[in-house]
């Protein structure tokens, strides 16, 4: 298989690991506006590079990851629709809702080949959980998300072009729940936010569950942590996503030590062309990230 990259920033280095670890694919173009670290790696590789991605036009491709800062996704998306060729977006489709629902739509009834990769349920201590156990009856689910990209009350390089705290990890929080419960059925009851020049840095969301509670709490500050906690009628689950282990009741029944998110990404490729993504789902996370405080009651 064929790919090109729209897109050479950071994620791109995993991409382009999975790729060339490969024998199914073929990294052969990548586009980015700037001459990018992966960029210029990929310079006298036999990889065709460019800085506006209608030059693919012209590449025999068969698929494309678009991975862009979140604004320009559903520009991209709406460019290469109409090719035969299958189309990876990282996390978001627009962070506009109308828009995310006429892209969805026009996939379905036209029978387009768009995915949409959320890297995080694919984390091997993710498969494990849904794999092993039954959450069906859990009480409160707490994902605390950490990120180092505000540091000494400035945002960073990195952070910058990542849309802010919530629009950065949310999708990974949303589409790790939606493995185990209804995700449009999350009750919105109360959110805190804080911002840095316009920048969200902070978001607390709680919300209720059929009676039960969810929360998520994504952070900008100097750690790099990620944990979900679940509470279940007879146990308390520690899904420790950055060491990649489960302990369950103080005890460790799962431990995976490759590198985190190149695992993300190797097992998300291992799946998806055998994978059906149902688009439904993907509509009811973009509605939830988009959600506001304003319809809280």
């Not at 994620?11 to 382009?16: F, G, L, T, W």
């Not at 009480?139 to 180092?148: C, E, K, S």
């Not at 990890?169 to 493995?179: E, K, T």
């Amino acid at each position: 298989m064929k790919v090109a990259i729209i897109g050479l920033g950071n994620v791109s280095k995993y991409y382009i690991q999975v790729f060339s670890s490969s024998p199914n694919y073929t990294l052969v173009a990548g586009v980015d506006l700037e001459e990018t670290r992966q960029y210029l790696n990929l310079k006298g590789q036999g990889v065709k590079l460019y800085k506006d991605y209608q030059d693919l036009k012209k590449e025999d491709i068969d698929l494309l990851c678009i991975l862009t800062p979140y604004e320009r996704h559903s520009e991209i998306i709406k460019y290469f629709i109409d090719s035969d060729i299958k189309i990876l977006v990282d996390k978001l489709v627009s962070l506009n809702l109308d828009e995310v629902k006429e892209i969805l739509d026009y996939t379905i009834y036209n029978k387009r080949k768009l995915n949409i990769v959320y890297h995080y349920r694919y984390g091997s201590e993710v498969l494990y959980l849904k794999e092993r156990f039954d959450l069906s009856n859990f009480q409160d689910i707490y994902i605390n998300i950490q990120d180092p990209y505000f540091i000494n009350n400035e945002i960073t390089k990195d952070g910058k072009s990542l849309g802010g705290a919530w629009m950065d990890s949310a999708p990974n929080a949303l589409s790790f729940l939606s493995l185990f419960l209804d995700v449009s059925k999350l009750k919105l009851e109360k959110i805190e936010e804080r911002e840095k020049n316009g920048v969200n840095i902070y978001n607390l969301r709680v919300y209720s569950y059929f009676g039960k509670r969810v929360i998520i709490e994504i952070n900008w500050n100097e750690i790099n942590n990620k944990e979900t906690i679940i509470k279940t009628n007879s146990d308390l689950i520690k899904v420790q996503h950055s060491n990649q282990e489960i302990i369950v009741n103080g005890n460790l029944v799962f431990k995976n030590t490759s590198e985190r998110l190149l695992t993300h990404y190797n097992n998300f490729f291992k799946i998806f062309n055998n994978e059906q993504q149902v688009l439904k789902e993907v509509l009811e996370i973009h509605k939830k990230l988009l959600e506001r405080e304003e319809i809280c009651t």
